[in-house]
């Protein structure tokens, strides 16, 4: 990658399937993006070990080490900065993050929330669909605010709730939507295509008023 590349860090808690699938298109060339590196809040996340087979800087800051949410979130920030992203990716990162370290970064970190945002902020997701009966479900890209899912939504993708789903069937089938959801919004992002201005999102000088629809 040239030195002009659109840099980009994940920050992730878990199995990394978001990130593999970031990384697969970014090997594919599909992405115009370097994942210069990836942090987790957890020394045994999965996506640690994906990182590092694609030969990607990797940084662990372990949550249950610090006493004070300030001083992680400081030291996550530091960790980041000394990257130089152009873009900050949540790709199941399961910390609340400290309005601070939501303002440094603000308009240049997204998150991705498996429900139909403004639905079902927070945890439970495919469980409180169900309960609710609802007839569709499906994953969000937002810039991420202070307001714990409440950020600016850039781009959802949608699929059916059957009869006979359960939480298994939803978590299974809305992961591997996302695979195709999540690197679309980087691109556009890397291409310029997407910005954040004034707190809202904007797509070709547009105001995103509805979620751009993605079909898988």
């Given amino acids: 990658m040239s030195q002009h590349a659109f840099r980009v860090v994940v920050l992730i808690s878990g199995a990394g399937s ?60 530091q960790a980041i900065l000394t990257w130089q992203p152009d873009l ?12 601070g370290l939501v303002r440094q970064f603000e308009g240049k970190m997204i998150n991705i929330h498996p429900s139909l945002l403004p639905k079902y902020p927070g945890l439970n997701t495919h469980k409180k669909a169900l309960e609710a009966g609802d007839t569709e479900h499906g994953s969000s890209v937002h810039f991420v605010t ?7 939504v850039i781009a959802q993708i949608k699929t059916p709730i059957n009869h006979d789903d ?3 069937t939803l978590v299974e089938r809305i992961k591997r939507l996302e695979h195709t959801l999540y690197p679309r919004v980087v ?18 000088e547009q105001l995103i008023k509805e979620p751009q629809l993605i079909e898988d």
């Fill in 88 to 99: 900050v990716v949540l790709a199941g990162y399961m910390r609340i993050m400290s309005a």
């Fill in 187 to 204: 691109k556009w992002l890397a291409e310029g295509e997407v910005t954040y201005r004034e707190g809202k999102a904007w797509r070709n």
């Fill in 146 to 152: 202070e307001e714990l899912d409440g950020g600016p």
């Fill in 18 to 77: 978001n990130l593999q699938a970031l990384i697969d298109q970014q090997t594919n060339q599909q992405l115009p993006i370097e994942i210069v590196g990836v942090l987790s809040n957890r020394p045994n996340a999965g996506g640690l070990s994906i990182a590092q087979s694609a030969g990607i800087a990797t940084a662990v800051v372990d949550h249950t080490t610090f006493g004070d949410r300030q001083d992680y979130d400081n030291q996550v920030a």
């Fill in 166 to 168: 359960t939480e298994q």
